[in-house]
């Protein structure tokens, strides 16, 4: 039986809500909308994670633990997926027979979640998607979902190749790009491929090879030091997160090669997304990362107030993005265009 606050403060916060598009919750507004519950009146939330391979999962994981506390009237069961889709099922069929209030869901891949969500349907548990989304005919079988625009980061990120190669007077056809991918069939692997191969079409630069990296370190060590010995004329490396990204650059290096964006002289510019691993921000600072598309993991404050929606009987927006930037110490581009729009390269992160 689910439960309910006595949330009249909340209403200042459902416009927000249900306003759509780039919204963001901080999470001490979205304290001050709860009472003090009971140890009896807390509502009960299922969170399966994928797994634990980035920085980037790292801190959305904390940002959910932290905004799920027993303090905002929650408990939290976590259950971590190890990046095997067949645990996570069985994660969200355990929730079920917990009967919990809510499961939240940070899906390994798109496919194959039909069945388990159905389950949660006839159960009666609202499912809400975090970060990637899942790919099913019936749109119903989850409330609402928050997350990135995973292709509008990868244009936006082509965006800045082509314009800081053209600022330098470097023809397209002499860009020779690599990309570490991410995990297949993950939606920020899908939307940030996507991004990239459009481009290259359109532009006619000479996409190489996509390999995946897994979203992990030592993989794209391993990935780029195989593309090295494929290939001598590697000039761009477009990796879909930062953790292969600092991979690659230790790889490049190794090789006696430098990791910059001065391509003319030999170096290769290495191109990354995320902005929450340390080292990879300090080599961005460095000019070893070229350009970093910002991927914000801070879901929890945003998944809550999404749920205190729901708790009232209110439906939100369906699909719900966050707001994200472009940072690149490198001079010569300020700004790209997007489809129209004009985005702003930060100096500063």
């Not at 001050?32 to 994981?61: C, H, M, Y």
């Not at 080292?279 to 961005?284: I, K, R, S, V």
């Not at 749920?307 to 927006?317: A, H, S």
Request: proline share 3%; charged share 25%; hydrophobic share 40%.
């Amino acid at each position: 039986m689910k439960r309910f606050f006595k949330l009249i403060p909340l209403l200042l916060l459902i416009p927000a809500i249900l306003a759509g598009c780039g919204s963001s919750i901080p999470s001490e507004n979205a304290e001050e909308i709860l009472e003090t519950p009971k140890a009896d009146d807390l509502v009960t939330v299922g969170f399966s994670q994928l797994g634990a391979e980035s920085d980037w999962r790292s801190a959305n994981t904390d940002s959910m633990l932290s905004a799920f506390t027993e303090e905002a009237g929650y408990n939290l069961i976590y259950k971590n997926g190890q990046q095997k889709q067949a645990n996570q099922i069985t994660a969200i069929r355990m929730f079920i027979q917990q009967e919990v209030d809510y499961i939240v869901l940070a899906p390994s891949t798109e496919d194959g979640w039909e069945t388990v969500l159905g389950e949660a349907r006839e159960a009666g548990i609202p499912v809400i998607l975090v970060d990637r989304r899942v790919n099913t005919a019936d749109k119903n079988l989850y409330s609402c979902w928050v997350g990135s625009d995973f292709e509008l980061e990868g244009k936006k990120m082509a965006a800045w190749i082509k314009a800081y190669t053209e600022s330098k007077g470097i023809a397209p056809e002499d860009l020779h790009i690599v990309n570490i991918q991410g995990n297949i069939g993950s939606t920020a692997q899908i939307g940030r491929t996507r991004g990239l191969a459009n481009a290259a079409r359109d532009n006619g630069w000479d996409l190489m090879a996509e390999v995946s990296g897994d979203f992990t370190e030592n993989r794209g060590r391993e990935v780029m030091g195989a593309l090295l010995k494929r290939f001598d004329n590697i000039n761009v490396v477009y990796c879909e997160n930062d953790n292969m990204a600092i991979g690659a650059i230790d790889a490049i290096e190794s090789a006696g090669r430098k990791a910059g964006p001065n391509i003319q002289n030999g170096e290769i510019m290495v191109v990354s997304f995320d902005g929450v691993n340390k080292t990879a921000l300090d080599y961005a600072r460095q000019g070893k990362i070229s350009c970093i598309a910002e991927c914000n993991p801070l879901h929890g404050p945003r998944v809550r107030a999404l749920i205190e929606v729901l708790k009232i009987g209110e439906t939100p927006e369906k699909f719900n993005y966050v707001d994200e930037m472009l940072f690149s110490s490198v001079p010569g581009v300020d700004a790209i265009v997007v489809d129209d729009k004009t985005y702003k390269v930060e100096r500063e992160y």
